[in-house]
Every structure is written in structure tokens, then in C-alpha cells.
């Protein structure tokens, strides 16, 4: 019912964009969040790290999510490497803006419950920060929009973030047809500088939806980049809450 | 006669246009005062840095460093800190900022870990935080006695350091109730840039200043002081031009050129001009011109060349801007020889074309008293004279090498009493040291970074290193391996559980449960309180319930998962490093010291291992054993070639050889001089030993060819090239002397020392020289003499 919900208020709006005129900057942002968005989902994720002279470095992964009442729990299980298979984080949105957060570490059979962590830097030695892999762009209560430009295929909108933390402007190139982000410009603090350019390489339709399958992350001072493949994808499958315990953290069962 | 005055003022016209489009290129001059500079490209320290930079960012560091009164941890003050470091971050060329008022604390929770703000407004709480891991916080971040406080900053790869530090600066300004210093190789830098200009600016006129009253001294007019200067000022702005137009950089070294010129060229204008008013007695100027030029282009052209291709043998130097010093320096020699031959002929026949003014009688000079000391010298204590310049040459010129102290610490190259210096005593009084020595150790291909063995050896290492005197401290991955140790690992004692069936976690291998939890789903197990474990590198496995390393080394990598982001200045891969990267911090940068640590880390490593040492010391310390090969080449190239031109213009090599006599005296009291005032050899008084012998040989040159000429009596030809002889070194050495002035002591030191060169040149030429024709006659008999 609510993909069905999603799919069609998409529809209404794309419809009346259609219809009357381009949409504003902000309209274009909610829309892509919205195409991103998912009550559940499960992703199953390789993180190819190539460094500048071409060596690369492989992170598997598979995550967990449920979005409750605009709270969202994840379980996280690193696959490889090797030393850190089955380390599990389990972060669970609670009320208020606040996070807690359990990591279990296989080594010595024991979870342990981590308060704050540093949610701009990198993920997994990759060139994707844990906020960039929660989502590349912003909505509308956290950044000013402002369409900068649009041709036949895509719009380009500049977002400046209300809080500057990690970024200080983003330039995302959506495509009109699936409302993906085919391409996010980061910028330093200064808004001029560029960090990280992420480009979308392939989009698939997964479980009725367009999805960004293949993006590249480049950080432009380094020409580090990273290759996010989603090789495997569930969206708004029925997920219990049981999943997002600790005792699931610990024994894999419900 | 008209036809001569024509072309005077073509020549005239050509050299002053050339001259106003050199000098009008100096806004393009390209500045580089670093020692970097010096640093062939292709040198395996810079190899090293660049590979180290790949792999954990920008070796380039700036220190803000703080300091109050008495306890920095006040709100107040801890405030502004927080302020300052949040403006610093948000500027350009700033990959990283980090004090203590943006740190992430980590501490022991009643169910884990907490990671919070080390500062989170409670004064107390930090104190207690630091209290909690001192060895990380203290030396570091603030002082031991809580005094000072820095902000360590990591500049992007690709910055602009000036723009930077001005940036810094403006934000430090309003700092209320603390004071500051800029800290860092870009802040020595940038003082050094700022002090080459100035020095630029003040050592030209006082040079020129002095030159003026040599030549004065000499021509007694002061139009004849203004003609000289002219071929000067020629070929002074004909090298400037010269690397603006060829976009060849300023280095301390060809700062040196514009200079240098206006000193050795002002001894061919002197020329140029006494034996034009020696010669004129009245009657035709253009006649006397013409012979005083005939007579002059000899002894001028083998002057300037002996000094030319002295200059010139810097091109076997390894240093890129010795070599290019070499080449504008042949050049500028060979314009100022050239230009007082033609330029300033040209100009005499144009402003004398009436009448010749005669020079005002000068007061009977001391050299009269000098030369007649050294014949009585020569004739009466020949032998011993003979023996003690022996001496020197022998004993005293290898001993004195010997002891040389070696160094291109570009902050020794401020006085002790500038700001700089006071500045960086200060901090390494008060933290850990300013001066860092970047290691990137490498274990063979198969050895995880991460393994307990390698961090073992490492810590091994890093205590060794420790034990230093001048080492202040050593910056690595271990406290925080340690730290998450002691917050997550074990208590000890405590039983470890023994492995059950490890769950499979495959969200995609078959569908996903959708049934609810049977126990309540809010509910969360009762946890151990964090902090209980040991601040260790963990090394044996059963302490943690694991059978072997490689389970211990995947347990530290999955420590390092939580802090991934913080330690890519440490280790470049969080999970599966290649390598590992350890600062060493220095309170003093003593060559020998660097030379020791140097030698001594690969030793402290297994010999499979790789182990690279980069940063700021240690390219200094690449530079100055390039400095010393580079003195010992250009030494042994000059007198070789020194020697060659000596033989062609004397055609006996027996005669060559004792012209290079003096030049190896002038060597040993320049040489001992620097040991006695603890002279270092560094990028600017390596350059003395080639200058030396390129202008001091031109003494002996002139007084053998005295005596093989055997015109004259011994006094007469001392009173004559003697007088000449003593006047040159006396004008050469008043203008270095205009050196002393310079703000950087490298070149402070290179005017004294030339002083003490050209002193012991001349004195060598008319004691030695003289003494050896007196009693041993016999060595100066060629066929050419006896012809």
C-alpha cells in the first residue's frame, strides 16, 4: 500500500510538472529523496577502494534498514575483510536526534554499546563518509535549493546546508526521467572548492524501483576513489522489530 | 674621433636600454627560499615524501601554539580556543585542524564506550579527561604545566602557504589575554622569503654604499665613481634579467649573484680607470683610452676568467641552484669584464671628450708600509714564514676540514635573538618539538600491519627512539590500539567465552524471517561496563580466548573499524594496512642527531622490513650531506680548473701550482675560522672554498707573472703589483664586508669569511710567494723565464 502510495503521489507530481512548469528546486529534492527512500530495505553492498596508482582494495557488506515513523534502525554486517568478517553495528534511531549504537566484535564474542561516533569521517577507509552513505543529498529543512540549471535530461541544483558540517554546498545533476542523482559535487566549507564528486554509473529497476546500482565516489585531492556496487536489493519487505536488537546482534536469531 | 664618440654612444644607449628592461623584469622574478629548493627532484628523500604524502596526506604542518600566564584550561581562554579552531578549519589549504577543543574523548561507559567532546564546556571534565590519558594529550595538545596549548593543523596537499599564514594571522589577531606563535616549516618559509627580500634590499645599497667608498678611495672623483658603477650596475641587472626572462627561480644561492658582481667587478673599473689617469698626461684622450685598454684587456680578460670558470665548476655540483649560482655567475663575470672594457671606455671618451679632470692626491698610503713589511719579512724570517704557510696548507687545511660542523636547519639560519628562534625555543621548551622526522615502515608482503608482532617491534622501536635526548616525542597508532584495548578488550582474568556457533549473517541466501520476536523487542541485554580491559598492545592470544596471532590481529582490526576515520595519518588502509607511519618530534635538529636516528631506525626493524624516512629533517638532512659532496666536487673542480687556466696563461705547470698556494692558505684560514666561530657548512658558506680560490687566485696569477716577466726588482714589483694586489683584496673585502649586515646568518657569515679569504689570498701571495722567490729561487726558473 504505502509503495503504492509513494509511487503515485510521484506520479501526481510528475505529472503536474509536466503539465504547468518546471519545478522548483526544492520539489526536485523532495522528489529525490523521496525515489530513494524505502520503509525497509536490504542491500547487499562491495566497496571497491582504487588508489591512485590503481591498486584496489575490497569491503563487502550487507545491511538492514527500517524506517518506522521517520526513525530508522540499521544492522550492519561486514562480510570482508577477512579480519573484520562478521563485525556487526546495530545504530537504532531513538527519539529526540539521538542514536545509540552497539558493535559486536566476533573476536571476543562481545557486544559493546558506543555512545557518539564521528559521523563525517570515512566509511570503511573508503571515500564515502557514514553520512554519505546514509544519503548524498539533503531535504529541504537542512539545506536552501536552488535550481541552477536544466536541459532536456536532467536539472542541476545547488544545495547550501542551514549547518555547515562536512560540506559546504552540494551540486547534484538529477535525471528527470527516474529523479537519481546522476552526479553530486561536494564542496568544501568555502563552497568553492571541490571535495568528492560521486557519479552514478548504472541504474537498475530492483523491486519496481529505479536504483542507483553502480557509484563512483572521487575525492579530488587524492584521486582516491571508491566503486559502490549494489549487488544484490530488497526494498519494503516485511521486517520485524526483532531484527534490531541486540540480541539479534549477538546470536543471529529473532 | 667623432666616428669613436658615435659608437661610445651607441655602445651607451644599447647597454643602458638592456639594463632598463632587466631591471623592469624584476616583478617577475620567482622567489624560493625554501631548501627545498635545492633538493634534486629526482633524490630518494623526495621520493620518499611524495610516497608518504600519497598514502597519509600533506607532511606540511603549522602549529598554532598558545600560552597564558599561568592554567590555559580557564573558559575563557578554552573558548577562544574553541572559536579559533572552528575559523581555522573553515579556511583554504586546511585538510585538518585539531585541538583540544574539537578532540574526541574516548572513555569507559557502564555498558561500553563513550566517544564525546574532550571539551564539552565543563572545565572540569576536560581536566579530569586529560588526566585520564596523559601520555596522548600532554606534550601534544597542551603543555605538561597546563601553560600552553597548540592547534595542530594538516595543510591540504596543494596549498598556498602564504595566503594561509596570513589567513592565520588575521584570525589570531583579536586573541585576548593569550599570546601566539606560528609554528612549522611554512612559517620558516615564509620568514625566510620575507627576510630574502628585505635582505635584498638592504645589503644592494649597503654594498653599493661600500663600493662607492672603495672606489673613491681608489679614483678620488666622484664622476669617475659614477662611470665605474655603471658596468656595475650593467651586468648586476643583466643577471637579474637574465633568470626574470628564463624563469629562473631566486634562490638563496643566485640572490647571492647581483652582488657578488657589483664587488668583484668594481676591481676592473678600478683598473680601467687608475691607469687612465696614471697615463694621462695631458693631450689626446682617445689615444691614452686606446692604449690603457690594450694594455688592461690582458690582465682584465685572465682575471675575469680564472674567477669566471671558478664559478663555473659549480656546474658539477649536484644542487640544481649551485649550478644555475655557476652559470649567471660566469655570465655576470664575463659581462663585467666585458662591459669595463667596452661600456666603460665608451663612457670616458663621452664625458671626458674636453678635458680630463686629474684625481685629488691621496694621503701616502699604510700599503706602502704593508709591502715593505713583507719584504723584510720574506728576506729576514723567509724560511720560517715558508714553513708556518706549509703548515697551514698541510696540517692545518685537512684538520680543519675534519672538523667541520655540517647543517641546513633553515631555522639556524635566523639570529638567535630573532622572534623565529625565540618563538620555536619556546614551544620546545614547553611540547614535545617542532622539528619532525616523518618514518613509514613497511612490513614484507604477507605480514599484516595490524599483527601483534608488528606492533610489537614497533613499540619497541618507538621506545628506543624515545630515549633520545633531543627527542621530544613519538607520534604513532599504538596509544590508540592501546586505548581501544583498555575500553573494549577483556578484563583481565576474565573468562573469554569459547566459540558457539558462529550465526551466519546472509540476508539474501533465503527469505527473511517475518516473524515477530518471541522476547520482547525493546528489551537489551545487560552489558559489561567498557574500560576494563589493559592499556596494552594485545600479544597474547589466550588472554583473549584466541588460539593464535592472526585471531589477534583481527581483533585490533576490529578495534580499528570504530575509529577508522581518525588514524589515515597513521596507517593507510584502516582494516588491512600495507604500512605504518610514526612521527618523530625533535626539540633540536642537530645534524649528528638526525645522522644517529637515521642510521639507527632500520636497525631497530627486522631486515625484511621496508623502512623510509621522510619529512622536513629529514630532507635537510639529505641536503646537507648534498651541501658537503657538492663542496668537495666544486673544491677539487675549481682548482682544477683554476690550475688549467693558470697553466695556459703561465704555460709552466710548476708555476700553476704554486698559484694555487695561496688559494689553499686562504682555504685553511677560512676553514679554521669556521671551526673556531662554529661556522656551519650550509647551502651559503659552502659556496666560500670555490669563490675563494676563483678571486684569490688572480693575486698569485699577477705577481708570478711579475716575476717571470723579470723587468723589475723584488721591492719594485712589491711596490707595484704588491700595492696593487693589497688595494684589490682591501676592495673586495671592504664590499663583502657590506655582507655582515644580512639578517641570515649563512650569509653573514659567507661576508667574514670572505674577508678572512681574500686577507689570507693577498697575504699569502705577497709572504709566501715572495718568501719562496727569495729563498728557494730555483722553482720559479721555467723555460719561459729563462728565455
Redesign the interface.
Known amino acids: 500500500m504505502k509503495r503504492f502510495i509513494t509511487l503515485f503521489s510521484i506520479l501526481c507530481l510528475g505529472c503536474s510538472l509536466a503539465l504547468f512548469s518546471s519545478p522548483t528546486a526544492d520539489q526536485i529534492m523532495e522528489l529525490v529523496l523521496e525515489t530513494q527512500s524505502s520503509s525497509t530495505s536490504a542491500l547487499d553492498i562491495k566497496l571497491t577502494l582504487i588508489d591512485r596508482t590503481g591498486n584496489t582494495r575490497e569491503r563487502r557488506l550487507q545491511t538492514l534498514s527500517a524506517t518506522q515513523y521517520g526513525k530508522t534502525s540499521t544492522l550492519t554486517v561486514f562480510l570482508s575483510p577477512e579480519s573484520v568478517r562478521n563485525t556487526r553495528f546495530l545504530s537504532v534511531e531513538g527519539t529526540g536526534g539521538t542514536t545509540e549504537q552497539w558493535i559486536f566484535l566476533p573476536s571476543l564474542k562481545r557486544i559493546r554499546k558506543i555512545a557518539g561516533t564521528e559521523e563525517a569521517g570515512s566509511f570503511m577507509g573508503s571515500d564515502f563518509s557514514y553520512n554519505d552513505m546514509a544519503s548524498t543529498t539533503y531535504d529541504t529543512g537542512q539545506a536552501d535549493h536552488h535550481l541552477i540549471s536544466e536541459d532536456g535530461k536532467s536539472y542541476t541544483v545547488e544545495s547550501i546546508p542551514h549547518e555547515v558540517k562536512a560540506y559546504g554546498k552540494t551540486l547534484t545533476i538529477v535525471d528527470k526521467e527516474t529523479f537519481l542523482p546522476l552526479e553530486v559535487q561536494f564542496y568544501e566549507h568555502d563552497g568553492k572548492t571541490i571535495l568528492k564528486i560521486l557519479t552514478t554509473e548504472a541504474i537498475e529497476t530492483i523491486s519496481d524501483r529505479p536504483v542507483s546500482t553502480i557509484m563512483v565516489m572521487k575525492t579530488h585531492s587524492s584521486s582516491h576513489t571508491t566503486r559502490l556496487e549494489i549487488l544484490q536489493a530488497r526494498y519494503d519487505i516485511p521486517l520485524p522489530e526483532g531484527y534490531f536488537t541486540t540480541r539479534f546482534l549477538e546470536t543471529g536469531r529473532l | 674621433m667623432r666616428r669613436h664618440i658615435a659608437r661610445s654612444w651607441i655602445i651607451i644607449v644599447v647597454s643602458l636600454l638592456i639594463s632598463l628592461i632587466c631591471i623592469s623584469s624584476i616583478g617577475r622574478l620567482h622567489i624560493d627560499s625554501s631548501t627545498d629548493a635545492f633538493i634534486p627532484k629526482a633524490h630518494p628523500v623526495v621520493t620518499t615524501n611524495e610516497k608518504i604524502e600519497?598514502r597519509f596526506?600533506s607532511l606540511d604542518s603549522v602549529v598554532v601554539s598558545l600560552y597564558a600566564p599561568h592554567s590555559i584550561l580557564k573558559e575563557e581562554y578554552l573558548e577562544q580556543l574553541t572559536s579559533l579552531t572552528r575559523q581555522i578549519?573553515?579556511l583554504?589549504g586546511v585538510k585538518q585542524a585539531s585541538s583540544l577543543a574539537n578532540l574526541?574523548h574516548m572513555e569507559p561507559?557502564s555498558?561500553?564506550?563513550?566517544?564525546?567532546s574532550l571539551y564539552d564546556g565543563d572545565v572540569g571534565r576536560i581536566e579530569e579527561r586529560i588526566a585520564s590519558w596523559p601520555s596522548f594529550y600532554e606534550g601534544t595538545f597542551i603543555s605538561e604545566d597546563h601553560q600552553v596549548l597548540s592547534i595542530l593543523i594538516q595543510t591540504?596537499?596543494?596549498y598556498h602557504a602564504t595566503l594561509l599564514l596570513a589567513n592565520l594571522r588575521e584570525i589570531l589577531l583579536p586573541l585576548e589575554g593569550l599570546e601566539y606563535s606560528l609554528l612549522g616549516l611554512p612559517a620558516v618559509t615564509e620568514e625566510i622569503e620575507r627576510s630574502l627580500l628585505s635582505d635584498l634590499a638592504i645589503l644592494a645599497p649597503i654594498v653599493a654604499l661600500l663600493i662607492v667608498i672603495v672606489l673613491y678611495f681608489f679614483l678620488r672623483r666622484v664622476a669617475a665613481v659614477l662611470l665605474s658603477l655603471v658596468p656595475l650596475v650593467f651586468s648586476s641587472s643583466l643577471t637579474l634579467g637574465i633568470m626574470a626572462w628564463t624563469g629562473i627561480t631566486v634562490t638563496m644561492a643566485t640572490m647571492l649573484v647581483p652582488v657578488l658582481l657589483l664587488i668583484v667587478g668594481s676591481a676592473y673599473t678600478i683598473h680601467i680607470f687608475s691607469h687612465f689617469y696614471q697615463e694621462y698626461t695631458g693631450g689626446n684622450v682617445e689615444e691614452i683610452l686606446q692604449k690603457v685598454v690594450h694594455t688592461n684587456t690582458y690582465p682584465i680578460i685572465g682575471a675575469a676568467a680564472t674567477t669566471a670558470f671558478a664559478f663555473l665548476a659549480q656546474l658539477s655540483s649536484p644542487l640544481g641552484p649551485f649550478r644555475t649560482f655557476g652559470l649567471l655567475s660566469f655570465i655576470g663575470v664575463v659581462a663585467c669584464a666585458g662591459s669595463s672594457l667596452i661600456l666603460l671606455p665608451a663612457l670616458i671618451r663621452v664625458v671626458y671628450q674636453v678635458r680630463v679632470p686629474k684625481p685629488q692626491r691621496a694621503s701616502k698610503p699604510h700599503t706602502m708600509r704593508l709591502v715593505r713589511f713583507a719584504l723584510k719579512l720574506s728576506n729576514k724570517w723567509g724560511k720560517l714564514t715558508i714553513t708556518l704557510f706549509l703548515l697551514m696548507i698541510i696540517v692545518v687545511l685537512p684538520l680543519s676540514y675534519m672538523s667541520l660542523q655540517e647543517g641546513t636547519n633553515m631555522l639556524a639560519f635566523f639570529r638567535p635573538s630573532s622572534s623565529l628562534v625565540k618563538m620555536n625555543n619556546r614551544y620546545n621548551q614547553a611540547m614535545q618539538g617542532s622539528f619532525s622526522l616523518s618514518v613509514m615502515v613497511t612490513p614484507p608482503e604477507g605480514t599484516?600491519t595490524?599483527s601483534p608482532e608488528v606492533l610489537k617491534t614497533l613499540e619497541r622501536a618507538v621506545e628506543t627512539i624515545k630515549e633520545e635526548p633531543t627527542v621530544g616525542g613519538v607520534q604513532s597508532i599504538l596509544p590508540f590500539i592501546k586505548r581501544m584495548n583498555q575500553l573494549?578488550?577483556?578484563a583481565e582474568g576474565a573468562i573469554?567465552?569459547t566459540?558457539?556457533d558462529?550465526?551466519?549473517?546472509?540476508?539474501?541466501s533465503g527469505p527473511?524471517?517475518?516473524?515477530?520476536?518471541?522476547?520482547n523487542?525493546?528489551?537489551?541485554?545487560q552489558?559489561?561496563s567498557?574500560g576494563k580491559g589493559s592499556y596494552e598492545i594485545p600479544s597474547d592470544p589466550t588472554k583473549?580466548?584466541?588460539s593464535t596471532e592472526e585471531?589477534?590481529?583481527?581483533?585490533i582490526?576490529?578495534?580499528l573499524?570504530?575509529y577508522?576515520?581518525?588514524l589515515?595519518s597513521f596507517i593507510d588502509?584502516?582494516?588491512?594496512p600495507d604500512s605504518t607511519l610514526f612521527t618523530i618530534l625533535l626539540k633540536e635538529s642537530h645534524t649528528e642527531t638526525l645522522r644517529l636516528i637515521s642510521t639507527k631506525l632500520p636497525t631497530l626493524f627486522p631486515s625484511t622490513w621496508t623502512v623510509e624516512i621522510g619529512g622536513g629533517e629529514a630532507v635537510s638532512l639529505a641536503l646537507t650531506d648534498l651541501v658537503t659532496k657538492s663542496q668537495i666536487i666544486s673544491l677539487f673542480s675549481s682548482l682544477i680548473a683554476v690550475w688549467i687556466l693558470v697553466l695556459f696563461t703561465l704555460r709552466s705547470a710548476k708555476l700553476a701550482t704554486l698559484a694555487l698556494l695561496p688559494c689553499l692558505y686562504a682555504l685553511a684560514s677560512v676553514f679554521l675560522a669556521m671551526a673556531l666561530f662554529s661556522i656551519k657548512l650550509d647551502i651559503i658558506t659552502s659556496l666560500i672554498a670555490a669563490l675563494s680560490i676563483g678571486i684569490g687566485v688572480d693575486y698569485a696569477i699577477h705577481l708570478l707573472s711579475a716575476f717571470m716577466r723579470n723587468k723589475h726588482s723584488l721591492e719594485e714589483i712589491l711596490m707595484t703589483t704588491g700595492k696593487a694586489i693589497l688595494a684589490n683584496a682591501a676592495s673586495v673585502a671592504i664590499g663583502f664586508s657590506g655582507l655582515l649586515f644580512s639578517r641570515f646568518l649563512p650569509i653573514a657569515n659567507l661576508g667574514l669569511l670572505f674577508c678572512i679569504a681574500m686577507i689570507s689570498a693577498s697575504s699569502a701571495a705577497l709572504l709566501l710567494l715572495v718568501a719562496l722567490q727569495v729563498h728557494l729561487p730555483k722553482l720559479f726558473n721555467t723555460s719561459r723565464r729563462k728565455s
Open positions: 600519497e596526506g578549519e573553515a583554504d574526541k561507559s555498558d561500553g564506550v563513550a566517544v564525546v591540504t596537499r596543494e599484516a595490524l573494549l578488550g577483556p573469554v567465552e566459540v558457539q558462529e550465526p551466519v549473517f546472509d540476508f539474501f527473511l524471517s517475518t516473524e515477530e520476536s518471541t522476547t523487542p525493546t528489551a537489551t541485554k552489558l559489561e567498557g583473549y580466548g584466541l585471531e589477534l590481529s583481527h581483533l582490526a576490529q578495534y573499524l570504530l577508522s576515520s581518525s589515515d588502509d584502516p582494516l588491512e
